[in-house]
């Protein structure tokens, strides 16, 4: 069987070759071969793939080789910088330029998340949401979502090492909770800016269109399923990789009634500290407003990233 090769993927495929193109540009001429020419062997390993095995394992390499372009470039240049100043004895993954396959790898460590940075102050957004509201809801309650995070995932590293599990219940609690507080405000903080709004473009249009028939009807349902979220919560558009649709839905309490095998691309967060400031009791107008600063440009390089993950569709 072959993969409805033609159409869908050469989008993909080539924004991810101009991508390795240019971070190859930076690598020694020998490497910068040996990179583009795996990159051809697995296109063609996805163009002709027989088994599906052999379709997915070699979209996941590809992935992984892209990965590995971007930090390898990262690294290099950080070494000139580096070496511009004093002589630096350079890294095992310097010396070590053939680690194609195993892609580097930077996990936050345990209890050690931080605060994302806005990318505009706490009153670009004005006037559709206030500054002392932004101040309080990054600032404050972002940070406490990421400190009681750091705590829960230390208490449970405690838990495992002393083998003591009589509070497991209580800090896997706290894990969902601050987990989804954390994960969530980093994408609705980030799929904001001043002067944004208007419409979705180009490929996120397009699927808006064939999975809700048109953006007025995706957003009246988005609108809808936000102002009814029982207490505090989210609506969310996510990406079903299952599915291979977007679906919009709501987060209860965030760590309730979420589906946890999705992408979420966009986020609203309908909890009260998010508009209470500004818009008492008024929900409704806080919604319609909101949408006048979503910029639709970073929703839709999520939604470009999560349509990069492959899983097997059942
Ligand atoms: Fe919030």
Not at 43 to 56: D, L, N
């Amino acid at each position: 069987m072959q993969y409805d090769w033609l159409d869908w993927m050469k989008k993909p495929l080539n924004d991810m070759l101009q991508d390795c193109q240019q971070q190859a540009e930076f690598f020694p001429q020998e490497e910068q071969q040996e990179i583009l020419g795996r990159f051809r062997a697995l296109t063609r390993s996805i163009k002709y793939a027989i088994q599906p095995a052999t379709y997915y394992q070699a979209w996941e390499e590809l992935i992984a080789l892209q990965r590995y372009c971007r930090e390898r470039r990262e690294l290099l240049t950080l070494s000139i910088q580096d070496t511009e100043d004093s002589e630096v004895e350079p890294s095992a993954i310097e010396k070590d330029s053939t680690a194609i396959s195993v892609a580097p790898y930077r996990p936050v460590p345990i209890g050690q998340h931080k605060l994302p940075p806005l990318r505009y102050s706490y009153d670009a957004l004005e006037p559709y949401i206030d500054r002392e509201t932004m101040r309080i809801h990054h600032a404050e309650l972002h940070q406490k979502y990421v400190n009681d995070l750091n705590k829960a995932e230390k208490q449970l590293q405690n838990a495992r090492e002393k083998r003591n599990y009589d509070l497991v219940k209580h800090w896997e609690r706290e894990l969902a909770f601050n987990g989804a507080g954390h994960y969530l405000h980093t994408i609705f903080f980030d799929i904001m800016s001043p002067g944004a709004g208007g419409e979705p473009k180009g490929d996120l249009r397009d699927q808006i269109i064939r999975d809700f028939g048109s953006y007025r009807a995706f957003k009246e349902h988005f609108s809808q399923a936000a102002e009814k979220v029982e207490g505090g919560g989210w609506a969310l558009l996510i990406w079903s990789p299952r599915a291979q649709r977007l679906e919009i839905l709501q987060a209860e309490k965030h760590q309730n009634l979420s589906q946890q095998d999705q992408i979420p691309i966009l986020a609203l967060d309908v909890w009260e500290h998010a508009y209470y400031l500004k818009y008492p009791n008024k929900r409704k107008a806080y919604i319609e407003n909101w949408f006048k600063v979503v910029d639709w440009n970073r929703v839709n390089d999520r939604y470009d990233t999560a349509r990069r993950v492959l899983w097997q569709p059942y």
